[in-house]
């Protein structure tokens, strides 16, 4: 008896709140496929877009959060890894400021991932092409063979 409840309550909650006609997001649901509707709920209930400036806008900032990627993965690889005196440590100074540069950094490569999982191809684009903007400033500094192994941001 409560999966009929259950199923007549929700159609009685379909029939109040139909789309609207004039509202282009109104039916727009999390896409399992690729589209590139200008509705987007990005990361945070309080981040949509319901046009194409908002979505540019919102595009512009994931582009340069790619690139900013990967000039914190730079700048992270930049910075000296163990004491200069003494023998390293699991509690030196240099290795504690290396994990928590690699936490912020796992950090925005994870929320990079959960942007392109929205399947909306002009918030994927931005991702890569913030990517590849970001490795083309800043990735030519490192050796050619590091990249060869590495396949996971």
């Known amino acids: 008896m409560s999966g009929i409840w259950s199923l007549s309550s929700m159609s009685e909650a379909a029939r109040h709140h ?4 004039d509202d282009p997001c ?7 496929v690729f589209h590139s509707c200008v ?4 990361l945070f209930k309080g ?3 319901s046009n194409e400036l908002q979505l540019f806008g919102s595009a512009l900032v994931i582009f340069l959060a790619g690139v900013l990627y990967e000039a914190f993965k730079w ?3 930049s910075l000296p ?6 023998p390293a440590s699991m509690w030196s100074r240099a290795h504690s400021v290396q994990a928590a540069l690699h936490a912020v950094q796992a950090t925005l ?3 990079l991932m959960l942007v392109f999982m929205t399947y909306n191809v002009w918030l994927c684009l931005a991702v890569v092409l913030g990517l590849t903007l970001g490795y083309y400033l800043f990735g030519w500094r ?5 990249d060869l192994t590495e396949h996971c941001h």
Not at 26 to 32: F, I, L, P, Q, R
Not at 142 to 146: E, F, G, I, N, V
């Open 18 to 21: 139909a789309p609207d006609a």
């Open 26 to 32: 109104a039916t727009h649901d999390h896409a399992m």
């Open 39 to 42: 509705c987007a709920e990005i």
């Open 47 to 49: 981040w949509n877009t």
């Open 75 to 77: 700048w992270r690889e």
């Open 81 to 86: 890894r163990a004491p200069e005196k003494g």
């Open 109 to 111: 490569s994870y929320l």
């Open 142 to 146: 490192r050796a050619a063979l590091d």
